[in-house]
């Protein structure tokens, strides 16, 4: 039960209105500490990393670890490929071992973006029980928010949404709503609740079929979260409050200590930090309790 792709977790929790948190880790310590976090919530949970420190860790030594925590780990853990854009490497990534994977063509004109996504459906599926997410629109960086989440255009168009869908074949599909990565600039970012509402009005109004990814967790007001989970949202992806925390915690820990030569103990204070924030946001979507 416990090595799961991310569509299984994610139907249950758009029925039962909560969502799955897709935490980003860079290493060992970082996984450990997200799915330790996991465990005591008793939450199912996305492991995700981006292709670079897949590429730099390697992708077999991530799904070794992943698959070594998750198999004795009493709740559904999924290991998610982040805004891969090749799509020979989110094939590479599917033969290694991942259990979901994100193939971004978003930036490609719009007849290509399904070709590419198609073709990592397609060979995902026949390799395994791995399910597939691609996304429609621009999710900018943060710079860009407010031009982005103004421009009906680079928005995810909900009738275009459908066919994509359709067309692709894709398993989870992450629609652009004007949510950025990074840290938002302001304390109230344009977001267009309505338009995940309307997407998944049209793609899940009758059943759940195809869940929604909201990206650009980070900064989020909590009050977006719970109106966007109510839209459909059930999986949030968190990467630059983790970077953070782990570059903090660092720094804090060593500036403390300065004369000290004990690596393990910054790895603890790191975890520690680590588990303290994926606990919170587990709560905040509702996942707590849920696995
Ligand atoms: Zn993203």
Known sequence: ?????????????????????????????????????????????????????????????????????????????????????????????????YTNIMIDASKQNYEENIRQSKQVVEYAHSVGDISVEAELGTVSGVEDQIKVAEDEAALANPVQAAEFVERTGVDIFAPAIGTAHG??????????????????????????????????????????????????????????????????ATYDYISGKREEYDPGKIDIAVKDAIRGVVGRWIDTLGSTGKA
């Open 183 to 248: 840290v938002y600039k302001t304390k109230n970012p344009k977001v267009d609740f309505e338009r995940l509402g309307k997407i998944n009005q049209i793609l899940n109004g009758s059943g759940v079929k195809t869940p929604l990814v909201v990206h650009g967790g980070t900064g989020l007001p909590e009050d977006y979260i719970k109106r966007l989970i109510e839209m459909g949202g059930a999986k949030f992806n968190v990467s630059t409050e983790l970077k953070h925390t782990l570059i903090d």
């Open 1 to 97: 039960m416990s090595i799961v792709n991310a569509r299984e977790i994610m139907l249950e929790a758009a029925q039962g209105k909560y969502a799955v948190g897709a935490f980003n880790i860079t290493n060992l310590i970082q996984m450990e500490a997200v799915i330790e976090a996991a465990i005591e919530k008793k939450a199912p949970l996305i492991v995700q990393t981006s292709v670079k420190p897949s590429k730099f860790l390697g992708r077999q030594v991530l799904v070794a670890i992943y698959r070594t925590l998750a198999e004795s780990a009493p709740i559904p853990i999924c290991l998610h490929l982040d805004h891969c854009t090749d799509v020979d490497y989110c094939k590479q990534c599917s033969d290694a071992g």
